[in-house]
């Protein structure tokens, strides 16, 4: 399994936001706990724009010491997208963290042979004694929301274990609406997984170097989408939840959160990229590192048509807004 790469209740706290016009700075009146399932993803949940935001631009938080996993020594600001960061940290700064939670993030539905069991290792339980944040280690994104909202709900979890679940709820519900950390594909010419799209090349606009599928996804649509306001961007995705849009969304499951953006993948990432010729099928992504990324191997290159951003950007924002009302 290849590592994702990352570049880098107070009662009626949505409803609150919601009728805010700058969502980000009702976010921050949240409170630095919010424990109920939707007001937790309602506000957590707007991670996956806020993470790219908080680690690609140069913002002044306070910082401290975040030890409640053991072993671990990340530092993240004080308000709650800030905390929502901490599982990406989590894995980037702490070699126990990545070993123990590094599958977590995502679920590589198959892209030919859709099944949820096996990207989910057959869905394991946790035993009573266990806690969430701990084990399983083979286990997926769907799993894991699930059961640290068990864990939420739960009277008998400790306060410890309750903050690290809320930690991880606030980072994965955000994760499960990026359509490629719901696919992954095999190319039929090399037999060879892409892993989520990260061993696929694109080009676009007058660019000379290719940029992986996947972090074109993760992050550079995000700030093509958004730009680099944080208030303007929550304007702007709150444009679009409206009464109708807000009942719609607010239904379903992570599974069935997941199998969306497994769809969405399918035909908004993976569309208008794999269906045309490659313009290079050598190409060598590079590890963080700076060696070559052996997991992939020769890999192909496309050039996207400015067609594609124009549906992935209106794809990212609605994925955004679902993620937000969810």
Known sequence: MIERPIKLRRTSCFEHLRGQVALWVSLRSCGPVCLSRGEMRATGSWLWWRRKYFQLTVLKRSKSSIQAWPGANVSVGHDIASEATWADLLRENNGKGKEVTELWHFVDID????????????????????VASQKPVQDCVIDKIDQFENELKNPQTSAAEKLLALKFVLHFVGDIHQPLHAATRTDPDVQHEDFGGNCVGILHGAARDPERLHSYWDTTLVMAALGK????????LMSLVTPDSNQQWSKGTPEEWAQESYRLAKSSAYAGVIDTAPV???FVFKEFGGGPDKRCGPSKVYRIDPSYNQQAIKVVKEQLAKAGVR
């Open 111 to 130: 892209y030919d042979k859709p099944d949820l069991d096996k990207p989910c290792f057959g869905h394991p339980t946790l035993s009573d004694t266990d």
């Open 229 to 236: 306001d944080e208030n303007q961007a929550a304007v702007s």
């Open 280 to 282: 290079q099928t050598d």
